[in-house]
Nanobody, 126 residues
């Protein structure tokens, strides 16, 4: 079992920044990808960004078109923690953000077999 704990959500004005963190514990040797999803009010959950392990600590990163150039995902290898730096936030970024862990990018994005965090609320006011 892998346990994920998110932090860093909150209320921010449009144009502002927030950084989300997600710390993984437990059987972390079984995961090879971690990422972020979000669920806006009244909408389905959607993929935001992911980082996939590779050799020599040169992870591959992926992000949704809606956040490219504004959000950056990164990983602290020593502490099994990932971060989502969110800049130039827009009201449409308002959502509950969930951390996820899985065995690869395809399975992570598909979602059914992920480990999930409890979610953290991000609210962007106009």
């Amino acid at each position: 079992q892998v346990h994920l704990v998110e932090s860093g959500g909150g209320l921010v004005r449009a144009g502002g920044s927030l950084r989300l963190s997600c710390a993984a514990s437990g059987r972390t040797f079984s995961i090879y990808a971690m990422g972020w999803f979000r669920q806006p009010p009244g909408k389905e959950r959607e993929f935001v960004a992911a980082t996939v392990w590779s050799t020599w600590r040169t992870d591959s990163t992926y992000s949704a078109d809606s956040v490219k150039g504004r959000f950056t995902i990164s990983r602290d290898y020593a502490n099994n923690t990932i971060y989502l730096q969110m800049n130039s936030l827009k009201p449409e970024d308002t959502a509950v953000y969930y951390c996820a862990a899985g065995t690869g990018i395809a399975t992570l994005r598909q979602g059914d077999n992920n480990y999930w965090g409890q979610g953290t609320q991000v609210t962007v006011s106009s």
